[in-house]
């Protein structure tokens, strides 16, 4: 059966030409195909599609599974082989939480109408199976964005497009735009925290109607009325993370990527790490305070990338005391015992303790764009 998924839209009005693009993801991942795609024989080459489609710089995002490493670690597993897995957590379902780690990055969707042959209607896209399409849409709405267009709320828009260059940038610990104070930011990151974490507790399920979670930021995120969790995550491809256990898995790779942004110096600068406790939950360490939420648009993009590199990440991982594994780690033993929602808010509260709630979104100071070009800061909206 064919489902219309939330991201089902009446896209490609126009086919635009090429914007020099970056992406507004923090750490690279690296897409797979689904066993069933493997199977047909779909993935090949992809890559070389997705390049055709967009360009080398953004299919250079998807080319590294910097992502998937963080989740592996967090996860204590080398490779597919889990030494110890986190209590409660199965060797096997490793692939749905890494399906939800990529997902925050490349969102399927399905299209009602299009003027290309190379996107299909009414089938699951994902960067998988129609990467050229997916290219061009992709670079299609950088371009779109840069010269105005914004990406809200409004019925069938793409999470695709909204989570890097419209409301939904907080998928990436990041802010939407320059007018953003860190407090806003923040209440983002943490309604969508609660979201995934009660999802992935089954305190909402599958058929939920987002518009109906209770969670205020969230109700207001999709405006469509028969938006679901089921419309939201689960595409005809791939099957296999269908199943609910599946499913909170998957919920948590969402939560992790975001979290793991956020210790991405390009996207979010955090102050030292002094040792202090957090000030709300004993034992566990404050990972630095966040003092200010980045702003993509305002990035020079070859500075970003550098942020992106697999010496920040190694850097990342083993230099400070409180690495992005540890908290991720952290995450998972909340999950693993099944704490309640309150307990986990705690804890992320002081993950993402703010310096000051009314500081401004900004490139951050190693970040400034360098050919002073004046940025329209109503391309993006905050929702
Ligand atoms: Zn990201």
Sequence with gaps: MRRIMILSAVVASVFVLFAIADTAVAWNIQSVPSSTDKKIGKFDPWFKKLKRGATEEIAGHYAKPQHEEIARLILECEGDNCRFPQPGIQKSQLSAMLAGVRWNDTPPFTLLKTRTSLCPTEQVITIINYPECWGILFKDAKKQAETGRKYGNAPLTLVLYRSHF??????????????????????????????????????????????????????????????????????????????????????????????????????????????????????????????????????????????????????????????????????????????????????????????????????????????????????????
């Design 166 to 383: 419209g409301d939904m940038q907080f998928l990436h610990s990041m802010a939407s735009s320059e007018q953003e104070r860190a407090a806003e930011t923040k209440q983002k990151i943490m309604a969508w925290a609660e979201f995934m974490y009660k999802l992935a507790l089954g305190e909402i399920s599958r058929g939920t109607s987002i518009k109906k979670t209770g969670i205020g930021d969230i109700d207001g995120l999709f405006t469509y009325r028969y938006d679901t969790i089921q419309t939201l995550f689960v595409s005809d491809a791939p099957r296999e993370y269908k199943d609910d256990e599946n499913l909170h898995l998957f919920a948590m790779g969402v939560l992790i990527h975001m979290v793991s942004d956020s210790f991405s110096d390009s996207h979010v600068e955090r102050g030292e790490q002094l040792g202090q406790n957090c000030r709300n939950v004993s034992g566990k360490h404050n990972p630095g305070w966040v003092r200010s939420f980045h702003v993509y648009t305002l990035q020079d993009s070859a500075a970003h990338s550098e942020a992106e590199s697999d010496r920040a990440l190694a850097y990342q991982i083993n230099y400070f005391e409180t690495s992005v594994v540890d908290v991720g780690q952290t995450i998972m033993e909340y999950y693993s015992r099944k704490a309640p929602w309150e307990e986990l808010k705690g804890y992320l509260d002081c993950v993402y303790d703010l310096a000051d709630p009314n500081a401004p979104a900004g490139p951050g100071s190693d970040y400034q764009k360098k050919d002073n070009k004046t940025i329209d800061t109503n391309i993006l909206p905050s929702s």
